[in-house]
């Protein structure tokens, strides 16, 4: 029902009347009238598009992504499980993707800190600046086999932002070997990894829609 209603709300018109019935396990009704901001709250590509877009994705991936099949744990140590004084500690870097700009040469410090990673001034301020919704250039691309996802690899990249700033992050929504130096990518908040059942979440970088090449499967399905 979620889905049908945010369908029926990428093509609603200010004024209209929608009702969504649901009749699994009893029956419900909602009766919308759709608001004069429909159109302003419109951010995204509508559910139409996406499932224009949709990636085929193998059963046996599926069943490894929602940890109903068990598989070889990696060569390396589990990652260890977040803690939450540190992600409160770095709250703006975590999940606002936050970097500092330096008051004294204007450059950005990713992550953020009171030191300027360019022009090595401190404690002359540094004021909070959001990479989340910027386009980043990948510059370099490692494929990890050792990865702590259920998949055989994943790329790492690192990407400089446009606007000033770098980051290192996994590859989604993309085949490893598609990856490739001056692509252009935006930033995604997903799962890295689970560990004591406890989730870790952090920006992933994803191919932005010029360069996204549909049909091919993904890197990961989190």
């Known amino acids: 029902p979620g889905l049908l209603l945010a369908a029926a709300l990428d093509e609603a018109e200010p004024g209209q009347t929608i009702l969504l019935l649901s009749a ?33 994705l193998g059963y046996g991936r599926y069943l490894r992504w929602r940890g109903l099949l068990d598989v070889q744990g990696p060569a390396r140590p ?25 008051d004294a040469c204007g450059r950005v410090t990713t992550p953020p800190g009171r030191v300027c990673a360019s022009c090595g001034t401190a404690g002359s301020g540094t004021a909070p600046v959001s990479l989340r919704d ?37 590859a989604t929504d993309v085949a490893p070997a598609d990856v490739a130096v001056g692509m252009a990518m935006n930033p995604v908040f997903r799962r890295l990894w689970t560990t004591d059942s406890i989730h870790n979440y952090f920006w992933k970088l994803r191919p932005a829609p010029a360069d996204a090449a549909p049909g091919k499967d993904t890197a990961d399905g989190q």
């Not at 919308?32 to 996406?50: E, F, H, I, N, S």
């Not at 500690?89 to 606002?96: H, L, P, S, T």
């Not at 990890?144 to 055989?152: R, V």
Request: proline fraction near 7%; hydrophobic fraction near 40%.
């Open 134 to 170: 910027r386009t980043a250039r990948v510059v370099s691309v490692t494929r990890d086999h050792l990865t702590t996802m259920p998949e055989p690899e994943v790329a790492i990249v690192v990407a400089d932002v446009d606007g000033g700033g770098r980051l290192s992050a996994y």
């Open 24 to 56: 699994t396990e009893g029956a419900d009704a909602f009766v919308l009238r759709v608001g004069d901001g429909v159109r302003a709250a419109r951010g995204g590509p509508t559910v139409r598009a996406q499932l224009a877009a949709r990636q085929r």
């Open 78 to 102: 589990a990652s260890p499980a977040p803690a939450a004084p540190p992600m409160h500690r770095r709250a703006g870097w975590k999940y606002r993707l936050e970097g500092s700009r330096c």
